[in-house]
């Protein structure tokens, strides 16, 4: 009797955690998105913020840059010099090896914060996908840390690469390149896309894949995501394309939000009054 009298408060609890439970973005902890160029003030002290402040732990992998003698990367020192912070950890290896072994990600299982550098993003997925950093970066986001990026550090956050051609980055889908890291599921991240005029690219990747989230973010903008929300900031626009979209009198296939926009990224529309 007892076992009956429960079953329907058990069911209603587990229907309310499934409705909880993001289907795009991360369940715990949140990503800072940047669509490349300047990183701005605003945007800086929010990613020092989310990952607890200057005394927390950050990673700055620089491993989309070419090269390998750069010394320490501009965006570590940025950190340390503009930001005060601390303790800032530089991780960088091309061989897929030493990426899936325990000692490489022993920072990573410390941190509160990681910044992925920009540059290209097929060398970001060739160092790390299906390596023990891959896990060690979604261990971050578990703990309620953050994961921020700009350019290819941003794109690769998505679930489908675009730009992933090693031949060039005009080519928006690449056979054996289209795989990213997955931090938001179905989802399609572009960059720079006002500033080299990329607003409409993403329309050929949401033909062929319409299940896709298409997001262009400018640079000097970034999207605060945490959970399915994803908040605008800095001075630009980001682009949203979606294929069942119906465009507008301009007839363009995206709409643009505008900073402090907030997107809900289930539904794939904007937040009334955010």
């Known amino acids: 009797m007892r076992i009956s009298f429960l079953l329907p408060i058990l069911f209603t609890f587990l229907a309310a955690s499934a409705l909880a439970e993001p289907k795009v973005g991360p369940a715990n902890g949140s990503l800072l998105i940047h669509g490349g160029g300047k990183l701005g003030r605003e945007t800086l002290q929010e990613f020092i913020r989310l990952a607890g402040g200057v005394d927390a732990n950050f990673v700055v992998i620089p491993t989309a840059e070419p090269g390998e003698d750069w010394g320490e990367p501009y965006v570590a020192r940025f950190f340390l010099t503009r930001a005060g912070s601390r303790h800032v950890t530089v991780l960088h290896t091309r061989d897929r090896a030493v990426a899936d072994s325990a000692a490489f990600v022993e920072p990573l299982t410390k941190a509160n914060a990681v910044w992925i550098d920009g540059g290209r993003q097929w060398r970001l997925a060739d160092a ?13 986001l578990a703990r309620g840390g953050v994961i921020g990026g700009s350019s290819a550090g941003a794109t690769i956050q998505g679930s489908y690469m675009v730009r992933g051609a090693p031949e060039g980055n005009l080519i928006m889908m690449a056979k054996g390149h289209e795989e990213a890291f997955g931090f938001l599921r179905n989802t399609a991240i572009d960059q720079h896309i006002i500033t080299r005029h990329r607003e409409g690219d993403m ?37 949203v394309t979606d294929h069942a979209y119906t465009p507008g009198p301009d007839g363009k296939p ?17 937040v009334a009054g955010k």
């Open 128 to 140: 790390y996908l299906g390596t023990r950093t891959l896990t060690e970066l979604r261990g971050v």
């Open 203 to 239: 329309q050929a990747v949401i033909a062929a894949h319409p299940d896709l989230l298409g997001l262009g973010i400018d640079e000097g903008t970034a999207l605060i995501v945490q959970g399915d929300r994803a908040r605008v900031i800095g001075p630009s626009k980001v682009a």
């Open 254 to 270: 995206y709409f643009f939000l505008n900073p402090g926009d907030t997107l809900d990224l289930a539904t794939r529309r904007p």
